[in-house]
């Protein structure tokens, strides 16, 4: 029994009985410990408990304990094994260390995956050599010199295609430009959809464009996406010479304003390039909304220019005639309580202009300078809820009035939105007050009007209300 102490394996033995359990315990609670707070060390611990430990607990019982020949074959075998899972523990380290735990924005992040690939085969190829070095005694030496021959014989087969891959990949590294990014190149603008280590697919007005990282390598692009909130557009417009340059400004600046792609509180801007010809500068979100900009500008500009009474491209506005004069005196007769001698004394007077599609009429806070009625189309009341969403009030057709406010000076707490093409009959406010002068009722009317107004915009606050979550109240 007093020899037993004095044994080789004894230690050995008594080192894996002792220890084994304790460190298996040990690893199981940092393991569970790990997994949930969602740490990605977890799977490195899980790793070392299952395959790691255990495996060298066996080397250690073969060799120290048992003194079996680290030459023989079950050792060799068992000794392969542990290196290939110290081999997989290293890499899952290096790869947690340094990539998954790399902050946004760094350059372990913006490190192409294919680069990853090639260290992570690189360090393999060095481990597997080591093993079967230290373990059987290969000779690893005339392997690597036989793979660096070969390796320069590819390379000079291959130095094209090799050099357009490698350029590609300097690309990717770089990363001067992202997903979701608008990039403009000698032969192609559009938006990236997906990078790749061979190819930059872009998304343009004609399909999807494939184009290889080795022609962006070698040329010069533009980002158009960065910095961020830098982008905008300039649309070349003309007018007749007649038009006073500071009138046809205004009117360019004001329906530019207007668009619902413009930037935050930049503020669009036009100038006179001579020859008549314009030039206005719009301030966009995005590069993606250029298209959608520059068409309803353009739309818009149409139907402002004919309110302004301009000459967009030379062309006059032939849409008002004897015709429609009569047609719109007769949709306000009824409103206005007009007589023949009223309509003949306001044939004159009154106003008939068009709005474009989803074209603002009026916003919230505007004091009307005039009373109109709709002569066609469809207007849509909206004010703002309290989510801050746009809630509906009412939609107006032919006959229906806005700006009723015009006579008590009060600024409308509604926003007008043309549906469709709109047409508007307006009557100005000294017309307006002289019509109620002598017609006491109208005045009564337009003060219902605006009374029923307000309750409509009531009940659409009251309605948004009651539908919001009650944690957005």
């Not at 120290?64 to 094994?81: E, F």
């Not at 990949?169 to 603008?189: A, C, M, R, Y």
């Not at 500009?301 to 005196?329: K, S």
């Not at 709709?374 to 809820?385: E, H, I, N, S």
């Amino acid at each position: 029994m007093n020899a037993l102490p004095q044994s080789s394996w004894f230690y050995w033995a008594l080192a894996v009985v002792v220890g084994l359990p304790l460190l298996l315990v040990a690893l199981t609670e940092l393991h569970q410990a790990l997994v949930r707070r969602n740490n990605v060390l977890a799977k490195p611990v899980n790793l070392l408990r299952n395959y790691l430990l255990p495996l060298g607990a066996l080397l250690v019982l073969l060799v120290g304990a048992n003194d079996i020949s680290p030459q023989a074959t079950v050792v060799r075998v068992v000794a392969t094994v542990f290196g290939f899972a110290v081999l997989l523990l290293l890499l899952s380290a290096f790869n947690i260390t340094l990539f998954q735990t790399a902050p946004q924005g760094s350059w372990r992040r913006r490190l192409p995956s294919i680069f990853l690939e090639v260290a992570r085969f690189v360090l393999i190829a060095i481990g597997v050599a080591v093993i079967l070095s230290r373990v059987w005694g290969a000779n690893v030496g005339g392997l690597f010199a036989a793979l660096g021959v070969t390796s320069i014989v590819l390379g000079l087969t291959l130095q094209n295609s090799v050099g357009q891959i490698i350029s590609g990949l300097f690309v990717l590294f770089e990363q001067p430009f992202q997903l979701g990014d608008w990039i403009d190149t000698p032969s192609v603008k559009g938006e990236v959809v997906e990078v790749n280590w061979r190819a930059t697919h872009i998304r343009t007005a004609g399909g999807l464009q494939i184009m290889p990282n080795s022609v962006l390598a070698a040329a010069s692009f533009t980002n158009l996406s960065r910095p961020a909130g830098a982008y905008e557009i300039t649309v070349e417009t003309t007018f007749v010479a007649d038009d006073p340059p500071d009138r046809v400004c205004t009117v360019l600046s004001t329906t530019a304003a207007g668009l619902p792609h413009c930037r935050g509180t930049a503020l669009p801007a036009s100038v006179p390039v001579g020859a008549a010809g314009y030039a206005t500068t719009i301030p966009l979100r995005s590069p993606a909304d250029a298209g959608p900009a520059r068409a309803t500008f353009l739309r818009w500009l149409w139907y402002a220019a004919r309110r302004a009474g301009l000459h967009l491209d030379e062309a006059g506005d032939d849409f008002v005639t004897g015709e429609r004069v009569q047609r719109a005196l007769e949709i306000m007769t009824p409103t206005l309580r007009l007589t023949a001698d009223d309509e003949q004394g306001l044939r004159d007077c009154i106003r008939i202009i068009r709005y474009g599609a989803e074209e603002i009429i009026h916003s919230p806070g505007h004091v009307p300078e005039q009373m109109s009625c709709l002569f066609a189309g469809r207007v849509q009341l909206t004010v703002t809820g309290p989510t801050g969403v746009s809630v509906p009030v009412r939609t107006l057709g032919e006959g229906d009035w806005l700006g009723q406010t015009t006579l008590t000076r009060e600024p409308v707490t509604t926003t007008a939105r043309a549906l469709t093409e709109t047409a508007l009959i307006q009557i100005e406010r000294h017309h307006l007050e002289a019509l109620v002068y002598r017609k006491p009722l109208l005045l009564q009317d337009i003060s219902r009007s605006i009374d029923d107004q307000r309750d409509n915009v009531k009940q659409a606050l009251g309605g948004a209300a009651n539908a919001a979550p009650k944690g957005v109240r």
